[in-house]
Nanobody, 129 residues
Framework: QVQLVESGGGLVQAGESLRLSCAASGRTFSRYALGWFRQAPGKEREFVASISKYGGSTDYADSVKGRFTISRDSAKGTASLRMNSLKPEDTAVYYC??????????????????????WGQGTQVTVSS
């Protein structure tokens, strides 16, 4: 099992930046690909970004590409999402998640929420106009 604890959410104005963090404990961290998802009120949870188990590959939703950066430090068991040039439409609860990638290469990432077994509690990001 993997336990994920998120932090870093808050209230910012449009155009500002924010960095979310996710600390993991439990099974070997490097066996898991990681993802960030978000959910706004009344909307379905959507994919934001994913990173492979060793960090060799990343994937981003078109809506955040060029603005957000996902990273990880497997030795420390942490993951981050740096969010630049935030827009009001980025307002949502953000979740980090872990996907078992033991038998996958370092190119493997996933956009599918059902592939992720472990989830953090979520952290609120609010962007004002």
């Amino acid at each position: 099992q993997v336990q994920l604890v998120e932090s870093g959410g808050g209230l910012v104005q449009a155009g500002e930046s924010l960095r979310l963090s996710c600390a993991a404990s439990g099974r070997t961290f490097s066996r898991y690909a990681l993802g960030w998802f978000r959910q706004a009120p009344g909307k379905e949870r959507e994919f934001v970004a994913s990173i492979s188990k060793y960090g060799g590959s990343t994937d981003y939703a078109d809506s955040v590409k060029g603005r957000f950066t996902i990273s990880r430090d497997s030795a420390k068991g942490t993951a981050s999402l740096r969010m630049n040039s935030l827009k009001p439409e980025d307002t949502a609860v953000y979740y980090c998640a872990a996907d078992d990638a033991t038998y996958n290469s370092d190119t493997y990432t996933s956009r599918h929420s059902y592939e992720y077994i472990y989830w953090g509690q979520g952290t609120q990001v609010t962007v004002s106009s």
